[in-house]
Each structure stands twice: as C-alpha cells, then as structure tokens.
Nanobody, 119 residues
Framework: QVQFVESGGGLVQPGGSLRLSCAAS????????VGWFRQAPGSQREVVAC????????DYSNSVKGRFTISRENAKNTLYLQMNSLKPEDTAVYYC????????????WGQGTQVTVSS
C-alpha cells in the first residue's frame, strides 16, 4: 500500500513556474514506477510525465516536453514535478500516482492539487 500527500499547486501567471511535490509513505518511490497526471474540466485524465523504478528513466507527453521535469528525492521519499513556462492550457488538477507491484497499472493515487495558469 502506498499513500501520497501532494502540495505545491496554486495560481500562476502565464510564463511562470511551479513545483509540485508528492510525499510518499508505505513504499520507497524509487522502488515504484511513478508518474504525474492531470485532468482539466471536461477532459479525460492524461499522463504528463513518468519515471521508472530503479534506474529512473523518464518520459513526457509532447505537450510538456522541454518545459516540465519529473524527479524524485529518495532521502525524502518524494516525487516532484517542476513546471516552467506555464501556459493557460496547463490549467488542471494534477495527480501523482504509482504502479502496483509487478503491473503496468497505476493503482495508487494522490488527492490531486489544482494548478491554474491565468493572468
């Protein structure tokens, strides 16, 4: 079982930056495949970025590539999403998630944090 507590969302102007944090308990984040997802009003939840267990290879959606960076800090058992050059279309609720052991399915989810990009 994995529990997440997310923080770091808020209101930011276009072109600004935010860093989301996702503190994990129950399992080490480096032992899990983890990722960030987002869901805008009226839209389906989409994957934004993910990082594999162990070696930590990363992958990003085309819409955020070059602007967002996913990382983890093992000492704090925390996952991060650094978001730069934010655009209004990045407005959404952001969720961190982890795959279940031995599966490719994201079984464990944070509570979500709102990110609003607006002038």
């Amino acid at each position: 079982q994995v529990q997440f507590v997310e923080s770091g969302g808020g209101l930011v102007q276009p072109g600004g930056s935010l860093r989301l944090s996702c503190a994990a308990s129950g399992r080490r984040v480096d032992s899990l495949g983890v990722g960030w997802f987002r869901q805008a009003p009226g839209s389906q939840r989409e994957v934004v970025a993910c990082i594999s267990s162990g070696g930590g290879s990363t992958d990003y959606s085309n819409s955020v590539k070059g602007r967002f960076t996913i990382s983890r800090e093992n000492a704090k058992n925390t996952l991060y999403l650094q978001m730069n050059s934010l655009k209004p279309e990045d407005t959404a609720v952001y969720y961190c998630a982890a795959k279940g052991a031995g599966t490719d399915k994201y079984d464990y989810w944070g509570q979500g944090t709102q990110v609003t990009v607006s002038s």
